[in-house]
Every structure is written in C-alpha cells, then in structure tokens.
C-alpha cells in the first residue's frame, strides 16, 4: 500500500513541477472574429435639392450609390438631371439633360473596430446627354452709336439644338461619415477633364449638366456634392489583416 502511495506522491510532483514551468497568459483571448459589413449605399445629392429651391432658373436631381467591393475598394456610380436658363451678356439660353458617372472610390481611412467612416479618393467616367435651347439673344456690335447702353436687339423666338453630348474623367477626393446606424452624410469635390464635346455649328455647349460651365480655352470643369444615403446590408466578411513583416523570418544561425 505504501509502494502505491510513495508512486502516486512522486507523479503528482512531477506534474505540479511541470505545470510551473510553463508560462501563465493572463491576457484574455478575443476569440469573437471581427467582420465588417459588405453591401448597397443608396442615397440623394442634398445640395442639388436645396439649389433647386432656392434658385428659379435651376432645376437638379442626383442620386448616388456605391457598392463594396473589398475592405476598402468601392464602385461607385451618380445618375442625375438637370437644367439650367442662364443669362449671358447677349444671349440667354436653357440647358437640359442628364448624365451618368461610374467609377471606383478607395478608402484611405483607418477605422477603429466598429467604424465604417470613410475618406476616399477615385476616378469617374461621366457621359452626358442634353439639349440648348436659345431663348432670345441680341446683336453684338463694337458701334454703339445710336444705342449707347445696349446692343440692337437679335430676336426672341426660341431655337432648340438637341442630339448634343459630352463625356469626361473626374478626379474625385471625398469622405462620408456615419450619423446614425446605416445613415451617412457625405461631401465631395470633383475636377473634371472633357474628352468629347458634340455641339451644334450655330450654338456653343456653355453648360453641361454633370459637368457645369464650360470655359474657352480650357478642358477643366469643377463640381461638388453634399449626400445623404443611407446603407443596406447585406453580408459580413472577415476583416482583413494589416500586412505585416513575417514574425518567423530565419535567423542566420549563431557562431
């Protein structure tokens, strides 16, 4: 009996001894998989909205949207219309139509777990599609004789010249910030470079809708948007991981 017992003594030293030796972690593991949520943002350009109110000779609806593609790549994409009456020096017109933009947006942003705020750059490719309208215009001349204070007077009746468009590239640089759950209000900046330009022999494009004035002598255009959209879910995926230099690199081996 003593035999057994001296036997069963020494294992349990050995295991208590054993059990010493190795390392206690007294972190706790998270072992919850941190994922973010992949889906559809939908909303409406706000400033388009509050123009059209405020503004009788302005007309403009833009809806957006992007869609994540990876942890920080997203497609994104604005449909809009507008019209516009503007009045020139000698001339006043009306511009209606509407344009498309697709592109990506990438998020530069680092989130703390839990966010989903993003401050993004990317491109678009922008179609458009419009008519001019000539409402009256009047006769520009250099003798001023018998008008000192404005020019002879053209004609009222208005001229239509449609089938027109226009494409070009935006350099986009943006953020949307989270408000409440799944509700985002966003803002960004745009410069845009024309590719093509159709326009009719006897009236110049002035104003592409999507694209805004357009300037002699130059390609560049400049734009902007305040948006309130809002987020549909609708899956998760793994959080991806920072890349990191490899923790088990071969060391040269000791002298």
Not at 104 to 115: A, I, K, L, R, S
Not at 132 to 153: D, G, I, K
Request: glycine share 6%; net charge neutral.
């Amino acid at each position: 009996m003593s035999k057994y017992s001296i036997s069963i003594c020494l294992f349990l030293m050995v295991s208590f001894v054993w059990s010493q030796s190795k390392p206690i972690d007294l972190q706790p593991k998270d072992t919850v998989p941190k994922t973010q949520k992949y889906g559809l943002r939908v909303g409406v350009d706000l400033s388009k909205i509050v123009l059209s109110t405020l503004d009788e000779d302005y007309t403009g609806l833009e809806l957006v949207g992007d869609y994540r593609l990876k942890q920080n790549l997203f497609a994104a994409a604005e449909l809009g219309n507008e019209e516009l009456t503007k009045q020139e020096d000698v001339y006043n017109f009306t511009t209606s139509g509407s344009y498309l933009k697709l592109g990506v947006d990438y998020n530069v942003y680092e989130n703390w777990f839990g966010m989903n705020n993003l401050i993004h750059v990317g491109g678009r490719y922008a179609f458009s599609t419009f008519s001019n309208t000539l409402n009256n215009y009047q006769v520009f001349s250099t003798n001023r004789y018998f008008e000192n204070e404005q020019f002879a007077f053209g004609s009222d009746i208005a001229e239509e010249f449609s089938g027109l468009n226009a494409s070009w590239i935006e350099a986009v640089i943006g953020t949307k910030v989270e408000l409440f759950s799944n509700i985002y209000l966003g803002a960004s900046v745009r410069l845009g470079l024309l590719i093509t330009n159709k326009e009719d022999d006897r009236f110049p494009n002035l104003w592409i809708p999507g694209f805004n004035k357009v300037t002699d002598n130059s390609k560049f255009g400049a734009s902007y948007n305040y948006s309130l959209s809002y987020f549909i879910p609708l899956y998760k995926k793994k959080k991806e991981a920072k890349n990191t230099k490899k923790e088990n690199e071969k060391t040269p081996p000791k002298e």
